[in-house]
DNA sequence: CGTCCACAGGAATGACGGGCGG
DNA sequence: CCGCCCGTCATTCCTGTGGACG
């Protein structure tokens, strides 16, 4: 068969098969729905608390905390889209800007995009973050409008920096004379408050509001509404939904990750031609997922992080069990012998390491060995298959998953 | 009970590339 | 074009520490 009429087969399958979606888009993350089941109380809540910004008083300070996947995100930009839309009607001016800190990265990025959201044009760097921070003062000021700034994980912005931020935007409406501003902070790590300043916490959380993960039957009202848009009459199984709804609910209760497996079941099932997404599809997307998400971190590494991955790797080919920080420095080493490369220092391969255990990668615990020091126990998080999988089409490392250290091979380890 | 190992991880500093405003 | 400031990565130097050993 000809290339051509291949791949012709491919596309008439798919497009006469328009069998499982209707809508594929709707079970995407980010599309946001008409209806969030299970959060009436929090949609009252978070609607009560904005509400004075309609009579043009500025609103109490939200503070908005849960889980991943509880709602948080789309509870917010609901209430406050339906706000906007209601403060056009009214001719009020209220205005809000959403920014996701972690996926802004630096202060200063959040801070552009505040300034984007009044049409401020920043460079990207550049500026000093107090310049901007000016900027974005100035601007509001002169916009006159009442300002609702959503901060999507906040966490991020205390962790990696100071909360300087943070400080700066709760006592902002002391230098307004024309605007006001209020803030909504959102948060999956409820232990953050403990690292904020006092004054900046007592001021966010004027207003908390606590998401509760769903459980299992929430879920799946909520997967089935979607379900209904998403995919065509009849083609998901009452099982696969139940199942889909039961994966979430054992792992926080996060809907992001029911819709997630909803909708890689689906595609399994497309791929696989079936008519209709069965249990085992679940199954087979619960997997995939998985599988993408490590082999994509691991595909993504810096070549310092792979080696260490690599390191690790090896020790734990070679010892079995757990490495610690000086083995996995002197295999890291001898790696990047063989590759002609300058080692790091331990001392950054130690944040390194640090870095893996975030991502979930490797798993590090600092153990004290009394009389033999205090060290840190590392061990793979992932399989070494995938290890494998995800570097071997690296041309730099591909050689070096076979090879044999030779620190390992000296046979003097003990334990 | 004190010592002392083998590191952890904070702070200060520097090199580098990107991007500004003038 | 320059001088400046930024964020990021990395190094250097450093102080801190849990608990087995003696």
Same mark, same amino acid.
């Given at each position: 068969m000809s290339n051509a009429s291949v791949l012709d087969e491919v596309f008439s399958k798919f497009f006469s098969n328009a069998g499982i979606f209707k809508d594929r888009e709707v079970l995407r993350h980010d599309y946001l729905p008409e209806r969030l089941p299970h959060r009436e109380e929090q949609i009252k809540r978070v609607g009560e608390a904005v509400a004075p910004v309609l009579k043009g008083a500025r609103c109490s300070n939200i503070f908005v905390y849960g889980k991943t996947g509880t709602g948080k995100t789309a509870v917010t930009k609901y209430v406050l889209t339906r706000l906007e839309a209601k403060a056009k009607e009214i001719g009020s001016p209220v205005s809000f800007c959403y920014v996701n800190c972690r996926l802004a990265g630096t202060e200063y990025r959040v801070l552009a995009s505040l300034c984007n959201s009044l049409q401020l044009h920043v460079p990207f760097t550049g500026l000093s973050a107090g310049e901007v921070f000016e900027r974005f003062k100035v601007g509001l000021d002169s916009a006159k409008r009442l300002m609702l700034i959503a901060l999507d994980e906040v966490d991020a912005l205390v962790k990696s920096r100071s909360d300087i931020l943070l400080y700066e935007l709760t006592r902002i409406n002391e230098t307004l004379s024309q605007s006001k501003v209020s803030i909504i902070g959102i948060s999956?790590?409820?232990?953050?408050?403990?690292?904020?300043?006092?004054?900046?916490?007592?001021?966010?959380?004027?207003?908390?509001?606590?998401?509760?993960?769903?459980?299992?039957?929430?879920?799946?009202?909520?997967?089935?509404?979607?379900?209904?848009?998403?995919?065509?009459? !009849?083609?998901?199984? +009452?099982?696969?939904?139940? /199942? =889909?709804?039961? #994966?979430?609910? *054992?792992?926080?209760?996060?809907?992001?990750?029911?819709?997630?497996?909803?909708?890689?079941?689906?595609?399994?099932?497309?791929?696989?031609?079936?008519?209709?997404?069965?249990?085992?599809?679940?199954?087979?997307?619960?997997?995939?997922?998985?599988?993408?998400?490590?082999?994509?971190?691991?595909?993504?590494?810096?070549?310092?992080?792979?080696?260490?991955?690599?390191?690790?790797?090896?020790?734990?080919?070679?010892?079995?069990?757990?490495?610690?920080? !000086?083995?996995?420095? +002197?295999?890291?080493?001898? /790696? =990047?012998?063989? #590759?002609?490369? *300058?080692?790091?220092?331990?001392r950054r391969v130690s944040t390194l390491v640090n870095e893996l255990d975030a991502l979930g990668l490797l798993n590090a615990q600092v153990t004290s060995m009394g009389r033999y020091g205090r060290t840190k126990k590392i061990r793979l998080e992932v399989t070494r298959t995938l290890v494998k999988e995800a570097f071997s089409s690296d041309s730099r490392l591909g050689r070096l998953i076979d090879y044999e250290p030779r620190c390992l091979s000296q046979g003097v380890r003990k334990n």
């Open positions: 999956n790590d409820l232990r953050f408050k403990e690292f904020l300043d006092p004054r900046v916490l007592s001021s966010l959380s004027e207003e908390e509001i606590v998401f509760r993960p769903y459980d299992a039957s929430e879920l799946r009202t909520i997967l089935a509404e979607r379900a209904q848009m998403a995919f065509r009459e !009849g083609a998901l199984s +009452e099982g696969a939904l139940s /199942l =889909c709804a039961a #994966l979430a609910a *054992a792992e926080h209760g996060d809907a992001r990750r029911a819709l997630d497996l909803l909708r890689v079941a689906g595609e399994v099932a497309e791929r696989r031609g079936a008519n209709v997404v069965k249990e085992e599809h679940v199954r087979e997307a619960e997997k995939l997922i998985e599988h993408n998400r490590v082999v994509e971190a691991l595909a993504n590494l810096t070549l310092h992080s792979k080696l260490v991955m690599l390191s690790v790797f090896h020790l734990v080919r070679a010892n079995g069990y757990k490495a610690v920080t !000086g083995e996995i420095y +002197e295999v890291y080493n001898e /790696l =990047c012998g063989e #590759l002609g490369i *300058a080692p790091l220092t331990q």
